[in-house]
Nanobody, 117 residues
Framework: QLQLVESGGGLVQPGGSLRLSCATS????????TGWFRQAPGKEREAVAC????????NYADSVKGRFTISRDNAKNTVYLQMNSLKPEDTAVYYC??????????WGQGTQVTVSS
């Protein structure tokens, strides 16, 4: 069973950058497509970015295109989310997700990102 642990969240000023990491264990990451989701207070969880198991295909929510970059290092069993030009509306708990073909998704515990001056 796959375990996921996010890190790298924190408080950053508008326009700043953060890099989130999602360390996985318990199974081979290359078997899983992975993604980042976020949930702001009072709002539903939304997809931010996803990346195929090989890393060759990525997709982004319109709200983060051009600012966020998802990547993965299967050798290190880690998924990353580079977030640049952060805005206050990016404030949320960010969750890492992994899913095998036709499988159930696995989730991390989340990491808080707060964008404020």
């Amino acid at each position: 069973q796959l375990q996921l642990v996010e890190s790298g969240g924190g408080l950053v000023q508008p326009g700043g950058s953060l890099r989130l990491s999602c360390a996985t264990s318990g199974s081979t990451l290359e078997d899983y497509a992975t993604g980042w989701f976020r949930q702001a207070p009072g709002k539903e969880r939304e997809a931010v970015a996803c990346i195929s198991s090989s890393g060759r295909s990525t997709n982004y929510a319109d709200s983060v295109k051009g600012r966020f970059t998802i990547s993965r290092d299967n050798a290190k069993n880690t998924v990353y989310l580079q977030m640049n030009s952060l805005k206050p509306e990016d404030t949320a708990v960010y969750y890492c997700n992994a899913v095998e073909f036709l499988g159930s998704p696995y989730w991390g515990q989340g990491t808080q990102v707060t964008v404020s001056s």
